[in-house]
């Protein structure tokens, strides 16, 4: 059974840093290109950043472009969310998922981890 599991969320002062880390196991990791999405408390659940299974693309969504950064690790298989320069608007569950790239197509999500940025 195909598992992500994230970690690293935590409370944050705004400005700060995190390092979100996501798992996988028992998935054919090279074959998926790997997202991040995040969901705030009474909003919709949006894209954050995106890798292809080769990890040579990136894209991010406008809203945290030029502060996040996305990677991959695809001896460990393991994707990373760094996040510097955190600011209120990114307090939210944040979702690892497994899908094609260029696409907002998931075969796969993970339960989520929460960031909560103070001001």
């Known amino acids: 059974q195909v598992q992500l599991v994230e970690s690293g969320g935590g409370l944050v002062q705004a400005g700060g840093s995190l390092r979100l880390s996501c798992a996988a196991s028992e998935l054919a990791f090279r074959s998926y290109a790997m997202d991040w999405f995040r969901q705030a408390p009474g909003s919709d659940r949006e894209f954050v950043a995106a890798i292809s299974r080769s990890g040579d693309s990136t894209r991010y969504a406008d809203s945290v472009k030029g502060r996040f950064t996305i990677s991959r690790d695809n001896v460990k298989n393991t994707v990373y969310l760094q996040m510097d320069s955190l600011k209120p608007e990114d307090t939210a569950v944040y979702y690892c998922?497994?899908?094609?790239?260029?696409?907002?197509?998931?075969?796969?999500w993970g339960k989520g981890t929460l960031v909560t940025v103070s001001s």
């Open positions: 998922a497994a899908g094609v790239y260029g696409t907002l197509r998931v075969n796969y």
